[in-house]
């Protein structure tokens, strides 16, 4: 009582300063800790009633009614919120039940007079639908972008025309643009409510479900709108989007076609279709259609984003980083274009640590500098000791390779040490979501949270601990944490280097990954665990481990599970030479990325400048990749970025590798991998000691089918194995920022 009691007090100042998402986010807490809270119900009633939410205002101003009926005033908020929605027969209702109880003040009468007028007035005003030129004033301006001068434009056409679909459906457009989607929905439901054939609306309507993460409800909306026009394009792209965020991107696929038979000139639909594409490795395909949205609206940032991913995938860099800059020219503010820069920069084969953090370091300026100024102190207990409120933001609670060390982690959280919440930013779920939230104390689902929203919730729920899990990676909520809505913020395991906002406290590492004196390559403060800084979850059905193929094929297999924009000129280069020098060696490299022949083709040929014959590789795509890993004899780690997931998985399955040890931190994974699994001499220094390491140990098969034989129950005795242990590492490290924190808070 006494924790709602002070949600209470502060969420009324915030309101009186009129913060009203604040105060809004506090409102919702209380409820989540007491349902029958009746002034909370209230106060958020009147807040949404303010900001046109009228369905959902409405239910909390009732609520508040039923729970406390003895308070007039609540009676008086029912009525006037009901006469700001047009229901004024049940406004003059309540009014009369409340003089049945009793309640009959001054300013009872007051609206009850006021009602009396409104009905004659009602009586006599007939309504009128909007003129064209009433209208097009409203789309004009929408088309020019002034949206602060179309909503003031709607809103007066819903004041004048509140029965006509049209100013509701403009406003709820409006809000979409802004990622309003709550508020967008209460405006775009009152529009289909009013005008249930209209096709446009049904669209709008469909994006706003989507973006709040009711999928299938969305697909509905779109299935209706094509029965009544199935000729409209625009539905079709918007169901493609749909499909592809349930993961039926062949289904996708088919959509996006079906809109540009009908309309071949939407960019946004060629950029809908390129990025399904690229799901599916189609990589060449992706290029064509990304190129193509490009000629129709050269102007377009978010294609620009896109078409450097698929050049990114392609391992062209340098074309890659300048139509990211292209894009940040067109709209600077366009996060998930910085964030792709600074994901692609960690591959260059060419740029120095020092020179990739500068880019990080003004991403910083232009996101944590925004924000800065309206942090403000945070209130949490500062006991040191007390139990801790953890959370945890990804979008990938679902089956996502993050799977395997994260959820060791969550399972082995101590609940007497630890209260955690995961706060999950997913289109949809599946199984390994279930597990997910099996093992937190509370789930909060965060898609179509403004990142404003959804800081305000996380502070609102009194988190101590904030953990990015996803740095730069696909539907990151950095913003969130730019915001500062937690004492102590942590950045961990998702993306392996500094997300470069200083406005997080710690990156979770080892010495291995961040090594002594490389702290200024990092926004964060280095925090170092014992090695390795991740614990390691096999997954289900790898199988056993099988005798060398060398032994009975005559020749070493070398191979790569990895991505091709970790393939580069140096790569290409140093395996070629280990080719070479190991007589009859084949290298496989198995990717999505090369699921097509012009893919396997164009990569062959940069292997051939170097000499290297197409029989002498095995290029491809086979997913789950485990019978492939038991063809290899040894696996070639990449660099300047190490790989990640595939290496851990070579061990337990046997196969030794090679790794560099290059940047901090991404160009340290292979090395905190073997310093964790006991086998630090596979590590090199540089790169003729990476191929003489290689060749030393592709020269001994004796020894190199021992090592096979005995490599997973090294692993399986390592602290890479250690999952409980793991957890009391890292609840340990969470407890000692804690008690910073708690001596000297920020």
């Known amino acids: 009582m006494a924790n709602i009691a002070l949600l209470l007090k502060e969420a009324v100042a915030h309101y009186r300063a009129n913060r009203l998402n604040v105060a809004e986010s506090l409102y919702r ?155 967008a929905l209460t405006m775009l439901l009152k529009a289909i409510n009013l005008a249930p054939q209209d096709f446009e609306c049904l669209n709008s309507l469909g994006n706003t479900l989507r973006s709040l993460g009711r999928l299938n409800e969305a697909i509905e909306c779109f299935d209706r709108a094509i029965e009544i026009n199935p000729e409209y394009a625009a539905i079709y792209n918007s169901k493609g989007v749909a499909l592809k965020d349930l993961a039926q991107t062949e289904a996708a696929i088919d959509s996006y076609n079906r809109a540009l038979a009908l309309d071949p000139n939407v960019a946004s639909t060629h950029n809908n279709l390129a990025n399904a594409l690229m799901e599916i490795g189609r990589i060449d395909e992706a290029l064509v259609c990304q190129r193509r949205a490009l000629e129709i609206n050269p102007n377009y940032a978010e294609a620009y984003n896109n078409l450097g991913g698929i050049l990114q995938e392609l391992g062209q860099l340098n074309e890659a980083i300048a139509v990211y800059d292209k894009g940040l020219q067109l709209n600077p503010k366009l996060a998930m274009v910085y964030s792709n820069l600074l994901f692609g920069l960690n591959y260059h084969p060419d740029k120095s640590a020092e020179e990739i953090f500068t880019t990080y370091q003004a991403f910083d300026h232009l996101t944590t500098d925004t924000h800065r100024a309206n942090w403000y102190p945070h209130t949490n207990n500062r006991n040191p000791e007390r139990r801790l409120k953890v959370g945890y933001v990804s979008p990938d609670f679902r089956s996502h390779s993050s799977r395997y060390f994260l959820e060791p982690l969550l399972a082995y959280h101590n609940q007497d040490v630890i209260e955690v919440t995961a706060y999950a930013e997913l289109t949809y779920e599946d199984e390994s979501t279930a597990r ?34 996803a740095g730069h990676t696909a539907n990151n909520r950095l913003g969130v944490f730019a915001r500062r809505p937690t004492p102590v913020s942590v950045s961990w395991m998702g993306y392996g280097y500094t997300t470069g906002l200083s406005a997080i406290d710690y990156f979770l590492t080892d010495e291995i990954m961040a090594p002594a004196g490389s702290e200024a390559l ?95 590789l095995e290029i491809g795509y086979q997913t789950p990749p485990w019978d492939v890993l038991r063809d290899m004899d040894i696996s070639l780690d990449c660099f300047p970025h190490n790989s990640g997931t595939t290496l851990i998985e070579s061990l337990y399955l046997g196969v030794p590798f090679i790794t560099l040890a290059d940047r901090p931190s991404v160009g340290r994974l292979g090395s905190t991998v073997l310093h964790g699994a006991g086998h630090p001499e596979w590590i090199a220094n540089s790169e003729d000691e990476y191929i003489e390491k290689t060749v030393a140990l592709a020269s001994d098969l004796s020894h190199l089918a021992a090592v096979r034989t005995h490599l997973r129950d090294e692993l399986e005795a390592s602290p890479w194995r250690d999952e409980a242990g793991f957890a009391q590492r890292v609840e340990q490290a969470y407890r000692e920022m804690w008690r910073i924190w708690c001596a000297n808070p920020t």
Not at 45 to 56: A, N
Not at 455 to 462: L, T, V
Request: charged share 25%; net charge positive.
């Open 29 to 183: 807490a209380i409820l989540a800790l007491d349902q029958d809270h009746a002034e909370a119900h209230h106060n958020l009633g009147i807040i949404e009633i303010e900001s046109q939410q009228f369905e959902s205002g409405l239910e909390h101003l009732r609520r508040a009614v039923k729970l406390a009926p003895k308070i007039g005033g609540y009676w008086l908020s029912l009525a006037e919120g009901l006469i700001t929605a047009q229901q004024i027969d049940e406004a003059r209702s309540v009014m009369n039940r409340a003089q049945v109880i009793g309640f009959n003040t001054p300013a009872a009468q007051a609206l009850r007079k006021r009602l009396a007028v409104k009905s004659k007035k009602s009586a006599v005003i007939k309504q009128e639908n909007p003129s064209y030129e009433e209208q097009k004033k409203v789309t004009d301006l929408l088309e020019k972008m002034q949206f602060v001068e179309a909503e003031q434009a709607a809103s007066k056409l819903i004041e004048r025309y509140p029965n006509d679909a049209f100013g509701w459906k403009a406003v709820g457009t409006i809000f979409c643009t802004r990622c309003e989607y709550h508020d």
């Open 436 to 469: 997910y939230r099996s093992y937190v104390d509370h789930w909060v689902p965060t898609q179509g949270l403004s990142d404003t929203l959804l800081a305000e919730r996380i502070r609102a729920d009194g988190i101590d601990i904030l953990v990015d899990l």
């Open 522 to 616: 990092f926004a964060e403060h280095p925090w170092r665990i014992a090695v390795p800084s991740m614990v390691y979850r096999p997954a289900s059905g790898m199988g056993e481990i099988n005798a060398l193929p060398a032994l009975n094929r005559g020749f070493v297999t070398f191979g790569t599970l990895t991505r091709g924009v970790r393939i580069n000129h140096r790569t290409i280069r140093v395996w070629s030479a280990i080719l070479k020098r190991v007589a009859g060696s084949r290298l496989v490299i198995n990717s999505k990325n090369y699921i097509t022949t012009a893919m396997q083709n164009a990569l062959a040929e940069r292997f051939a400048v170097h000499g290297i014959h197409p029989e002498q």
